[in-house]
């Protein structure tokens, strides 16, 4: 029998030792051995710092976000070799998607993130801080690079997904990764690592790879490491606290199984459109992955009144559930990851019974389709009702990680809240109702025991992700059982591998070593106006300072009368006694209008295509007739942009092929007592000379 490969040290490595046979979901038959038996788990460490980290540390922000892309591209080419793979693991086509181009989509959601970041491998994080009278001393706070290692130790029920959302946001962020797949799938894992390392996208030591046990690998891990673990709070309670993860205070991210709860407003009747979705989402949750899930509906509250109508309602729809083969097309629902898991399902749903009462399923007998139920890990979708949920424990503790779901009932939405924090912290939560009451309710009175709570109804039911599916861009985790950590969420996961470090010194110093003009820092002057340059020509700083501009009561009534804006303290007859201004005032965005005209040169053709934007524009003291301005503009930041990739079917338009990037301008607008009237960044787009 082939034995799994472990990636490490740039090469595939078959470890020896007698190492875990691995099984076909379905049929029972051994697929694999999976050893890392003799694999020197300290130097596999270090090969990641000292060979990935430092590749990785180098590119910039924009590099990595396209180098994902690009992988996500390539794995997307190949999906139906993976698709084969999974069927073996149980899963149904449409629980591969999830798990398979669900992982792909991580990859292009954390890709895009990059039009966010600069095209620098360090990013500045929040405002600056000015912490002095006279502007010459200041503070801010800048993101690198740690220089450890991703360790990502995964669990079995979303081999691919589970592996792509972890190393998608550490490889952004410019730091490699060690995953450790749980075993008994880990052949998935395997076949999608060995398509990565042979696309030769990822630099040498970005991703290693071990599938078997992890050994001593914790023993070697430092301050600049981060471990991250996903599955049962127990082996994430042990791991967590490993002496030397104690030790080096090494970031330790736990995302655990929880006792997730959906509930039913009070609201929803049967027969509307809401109970239907309530209905379809609750079946879901028990079947997908065949209750395999850390987000999984465990626990579901419902009006008193109604439980026995859910009941029935949920159980008909479950017997609609074709149970068997996943390579079959009328298959909905695969088989567990294996009998052993089967077992220990089993044996919880025993501890549930003690006190719930089994409404629909079997522990023992199921009807397949296409496949034997001797053979493979299948069990019924089991549903069980607790009359007494304040009166009993077992509902609020035990997981049964399988199809599995206990129902109970509620009187007030007091009641179903504290009857959700019973999990003792959950991952997700959600509620089905229209009222618009009752979901302010729930949501703040249950927020702070959950990472997630989804609001359902019949109008965002159709595109809603449902209430079992994190999403890139918003942050997976739970407090308390649910292992009180995060991923994910967009610019909030990838911050989790960089270090923050605060920043001290004159406004020049922090311009100078962060790429990014610093209000009151110097500024760069020359012959040249700025917009008669190319992009690569801007330098930071660069900056121009205008001639002044009289304000007359003139140019009000004007802009006014252009603009439509007749609010009253444009107006020369308005009675100001009250108001907060002395006379007629000048519009603000008339201001900003004449700022433009000031520094912007529009005799001649010039690299600049177009203006892009006004990023935090504040007027902070009032121009009357009389005042005159004038206009500091510098050059803030630059960011190069992509060109589009071109649909032939589609006519191209003008400009799109002109290579180009985004140039930020810092416009301070004075009076002239040299007072700051005026303040916001005007962002342009440039063309480059080059193509990127």
């Not at 379905?26 to 060979?51: C, M, W, Y």
């Not at 407003?265 to 065949?290: C, H, N, S, Y």
């Not at 609020?396 to 129902?407: L, R």
């Not at 008339?590 to 053709?605: E, N, R, T, W």
Request: glycine share 8%; with cysteine; aromatic share 8%.
């Amino acid at each position: 029998m082939k034995k799994l490969g472990n990636y490490v040290m740039g090469q595939w490595v078959e470890a020896g030792g007698k190492g875990q046979t691995l099984y076909h979901a379905v049929t029972g038959e051994p697929l694999a051995i999976a050893s890392t038996e003799g694999l020197d788990f300290k130097a596999v460490l270090n090969h990641a710092r000292q060979k990935g980290n430092p590749a990785l540390r180098k590119m910039t922000f924009q590099e990595r976000g396209r180098m994902l892309r690009a992988l996500a591209l390539y794995l997307t080419e190949r999906k139906e070799q993976f698709y084969n793979v999974s069927y073996q693991t149980g899963a149904t086509r449409a629980d591969s998607w999830i798990d398979i181009e669900g992982g792909f989509g991580n990859l292009f959601s954390n890709a895009s993130l990059r039009r966010k970041l600069p095209d620098t491998p360090f990013t500045l994080d929040g405002d600056p801080v000015a912490l002095s009278k006279g502007n010459t001393f200041m503070g801010h706070h800048i993101l690198v690079p740690k220089e450890g290692v991703a360790i990502h130790i995964n669990a079995y029920n979303f081999p691919v997904w589970g592996m792509l959302e972890k190393i998608a946001v550490n490889l952004m962020a410019g730091v490699p990764a060690v995953v450790k797949p749980a075993t008994v799938t880990s052949f998935l894992t395997e076949a999608v690592v060995r398509e990565i390392i042979a696309s030769k996208i990822l630099p040498e030591g970005a991703l290693q790879l071990i599938c078997g046990s992890a050994g001593d690998m914790l023993d070697h891990v430092c301050s600049q490491d981060v471990v991250t673990f996903t599955g049962s709070a127990s082996t994430g309670l042990f791991l967590k606290s490993h002496p030397r993860i104690l030790a080096e205070s090494v970031p330790f991210n736990m995302e655990a199984d929880s006792l997730n709860c959906m509930v039913l407003g009070k609201d929803v009747e049967p027969g509307q459109p809401d109970w239907d979705v309530f209905i379809k989402e609750l079946r879901k949750e028990m079947t997908v992955k065949a209750g395999q899930k850390c987000t999984a509906v465990r626990r579901v509250f419902v009006p008193e009144n109604k439980l026995e109508a859910v009941w029935k309602s949920l159980s008909a729809e479950l017997n609609k559930t074709t149970i068997g083969n996943p390579l079959n097309e009328k298959v909905r629902m695969g088989a567990l990851a294996g009998k052993h898991q089967r077992e220990e399902v089993i044996a919880q749903v025993q501890k549930l019974m003690t006190n719930s009462t089994l409404v629909y399923g079997s522990l023992d007998d199921i009807q397949v389709l296409d496949a034997d139920p001797q053979k493979g890990a299948f069990l019924s979708p089991l549903l069980l009702v607790n009359e007494k949920p304040f009166a009993c424990d077992e509902p609020h503790e035990v997981e049964a990680f399988g199809p599995v779901s206990t129902i109970m009932p509620y009187n007030h939405m007091d009641d179903a809240i504290a009857l959700s924090k019973k999990g003792k912290g959950s991952l997700c939560s959600s509620i089905i109702t229209s009222d618009p009451a009752q979901a302010r309710e729930y949501v703040l009175g249950a927020a702070s025991h959950h990472g997630r709570i989804l609001v359902l109804n019949e109008a965002c039911a159709k595109e809603s992700t449902g209430h079992g599916s994190p999403l890139p861009l918003l942050v997976h985790g739970g407090p308390g059982r649910a292992g009180g950590g995060e991923e994910m969420g967009g610019l909030r996961g990838v911050r989790h591998y960089l270090q923050r470090t605060a920043i001290q010194g004159t406004p020049s110093m922090i311009t100078a070593i962060s790429d990014v003009y610093q209000p009151h820092a110097k500024g760069i002057t020359g012959d040249k106006h700025p917009f008669k340059k190319y992009f690569e020509e801007l330098q930071i700083g660069e900056q121009i300072i205008t001639e002044k501009r009289l304000i007359t009561s003139e140019d009000i009534d004007a802009f006014a009368k252009l603009s439509g804006d007749q609010f009253y303290a444009h107006l020369k007859e308005t009675d100001f006694d009250g108001t907060m201004f002395e006379r007629q005032v000048a519009h603000g965005y008339f201001i900003m209008s004449a700022a433009a005209g000031l520094f912007v040169d529009s005799f001649d053709k010039n690299p600049v295509l177009l203006n892009y934007g006004i990023d935090e524009l504040r007027f902070t003291k009032p121009m009357y007739p009389g005042n005159s301005m004038y206009v500091r503009f510098t050059c803030k930041e630059k960011t190069a942009q992509e060109l589009k990739e071109r649909n032939p079917d589609v006519p191209a338009m003008p400009g799109i092929d002109i290579p180009r990037g985004i140039v930020k301008w810092y416009v301070e607008i004075f009076d002239e007592t040299d007072e700051i009237a005026g303040v916001g960044t005007i962002l342009t787009m440039v063309q480059m000379i080059h193509k990127i």
